[in-house]
C-alpha cells in the first residue's frame, strides 16, 4: 500500500482566508432619518437634543457605521455630532453602511500586511467565507500582492481559478 501524499501541502501554495482577518466585535447602523423634521431636513435644536439624552454606552466597543436612509437635507456637521458622541465609547465610527464598514476594516487590515512574505511566492486567496467579507477586500488584496506574488489564485487550494501570473 503506498503512502498517501497531501499534493496541496507540498505544493508551497500560501493560502490566505480574508475570513480570518474579520475584526471581532458588534457592528451597528445608526440611521438618522429617524431624527429628521417631517422626514425632510434636520432641525439643529431637536438634533443636539436627542444627541444629548441618547444612550451613547450602548455602542461600547462596537463598530458604528452612521448614515440617513432617506433622500434628505442633512448637513455634514450631523454626522460629525454622532462621531463625537461615540467618541472613546465605539471601537470604531465611520459615515457609511455596514457595508461601507466592512471595506474600510480591511482596507486598513490589507495596508498593514506585510508583502515581503509574499515575495515570488503561489498565493491562493480563499474564496468562500461565512462572515461578511465585501468583495472590495479580495481586490485590495489583490492589488497588495500582485507587486511581488509569482501567481494568485482565488477559490480552495484543491480548486482554484488562476487570476495573475508573472
Request: glycine letters at 4%; proline letters at 4%.
Amino acid at each position: 500500500m503506498s503512502e498517501i501524499i497531501n499534493k496541496v501541502a507540498a505544493s508551497g501554495l500560501i493560502t490566505l482566508d480574508l475570513e480570518d482577518w474579520y475584526p471581532t466585535g458588534d457592528r451597528v447602523c445608526i440611521d438618522i432619518a429617524n431624527q429628521l423634521w417631517q422626514g425632510l431636513a434636520l432641525r439643529e435644536k431637536d438634533f443636539r437634543e436627542w444627541i444629548k439624552t441618547h444612550s451613547w454606552e450602548q455602542y461600547r466597543d462596537a463598530y458604528v457605521a452612521v448614515y440617513c436612509s432617506v433622500d434628505a437635507i442633512v448637513p455634514n456637521w450631523a454626522f460629525m455630532l454622532v462621531a463625537s458622541a461615540l467618541n472613546g465609547i465605539s471601537r470604531k465610527t465611520i459615515f457609511g453602511t455596514l457595508i461601507t464598514l466592512e471595506e474600510i476594516n480591511y482596507r486598513e487590515i490589507i495596508s498593514k500586511l506585510e508583502i515581503e512574505n509574499y515575495r515570488d511566492k503561489r498565493v491562493v486567496i480563499k474564496g468562500c467565507s461565512n462572515k461578511p467579507v465585501p468583495v472590495s477586500a479580495y481586490v485590495d488584496l489583490l492589488n497588495k500582492l500582485q507587486p511581488v506574488a509569482k501567481s494568485i489564485m482565488f477559490g480552495e487550494p484543491c480548486s482554484t481559478v488562476p487570476v495573475f501570473k508573472r
